[in-house]
Nanobody, 123 residues
Framework: QVQLVESGGGLVQAGGSLRLSCAAS????????MGWFHQAPGKVREFVAA????????SYLDSVKGRFTISRDNAKNTVYLQMNKLKPEDTAVYYC????????????????WGQGTQVTVSS
């Protein structure tokens, strides 16, 4: 079992930046591929980005490519999501997740989830 705790969300103006962090405990982070998902009010949970345990492979939702960067520091058991050029449509609760398999774009691929952190982008 691994526990995940997100932090770094907040309120930012359009065009601004936020850096989300996800701290893992109860396991070895290198054993897992990691992903970020978001969920806006009235919407389903949606894939945002993912990274392999080695950090050598990443994947992104098309709408965030070039704006968001996922990274990880296995020595600190932490995965990050750097969000730049934020848009109001990025407003959502952001969740980090871990999978024992290879990362995918479907939330059902992930075994462990954090509690979420709110990101609000004002226009």
């Amino acid at each position: 079992q691994v526990q995940l705790v997100e932090s770094g969300g907040g309120l930012v103006q359009a065009g601004g930046s936020l850096r989300l962090s996800c701290a893992a405990s109860g396991g070895t982070s290198r054993d897992y591929d990691m992903g970020w998902f978001h969920q806006a009010p009235g919407k389903v949970r949606e894939f945002v980005a993912a990274i392999s345990w080695s950090g050598l492979s990443t994947s992104y939702l098309d709408s965030v490519k070039g704006r968001f960067t996922i990274s990880r520091d296995n020595a600190k058991n932490t995965v990050y999501l750097q969000m730049n050029k934020l848009k109001p449509e990025d407003t959502a609760v952001y969740y980090c997740a871990a999978t024992r398999g290879s990362y995918g774009r479907d939330w059902l691929d992930y075994h462990y989830w954090g509690q979420g952190t709110q990101v609000t982008v004002s226009s």
